[in-house]
Nanobody, 124 residues
Framework: QVQLVESGGGLVQAGGSLRLSCAAS????????MGWFRQAPGKEREFVAA????????TYADSVKGRFTMSRDNAENTLYLQMNSLKPEDTAVYYC?????????????????WGQGTQVTVSS
């Protein structure tokens, strides 16, 4: 099993940047495929990005491609999401998630472990 704790959210002006972190417990973090999702009020949970266990494969939602970068440090059991050129529509609670099977996917149902989320608010 793996426990996930997100941090780094906050309030930022449009055009600004934030870096989210997700600290994972457990010795098998390096074997998990990881994902970032977000959920805005009144909306369904939305895929943001996913990364393979080796970081050799990364996939992004079209809405964040070119602005967000996902990375991981398996030695530190930490996942990151660098968010640049933020827009008001990026406002949401951001969650990291883990799945024990390979191949990054945008389907939240494939992820068995979730953090508690961190709020990101982008003002116009």
């Amino acid at each position: 099993q793996v426990q996930l704790v997100e941090s780094g959210g906050g309030l930022v002006q449009a055009g600004g940047s934030l870096r989210l972190s997700c600290a994972a417990s457990g010795r098998t973090f390096s074997t998990y495929t990881m994902g970032w999702f977000r959920q805005a009020p009144g909306k369904e949970r939305e895929f943001v990005a996913a990364i393979s266990w080796s970081a050799g494969e990364t996939t992004y939602a079209d809405s964040v491609k070119g602005r967000f970068t996902m990375s991981r440090d398996n030695a530190e059991n930490t996942l990151y999401l660098q968010m640049n050129s933020l827009k008001p529509e990026d406002t949401a609670v951001y969650y990291c998630a883990a799945k024990s099977t390979p191949f990054p996917t945008s389907n939240p149902l494939r992820y068995g472990y979730w953090g508690q989320g961190t709020q990101v608010t982008v003002s116009s």
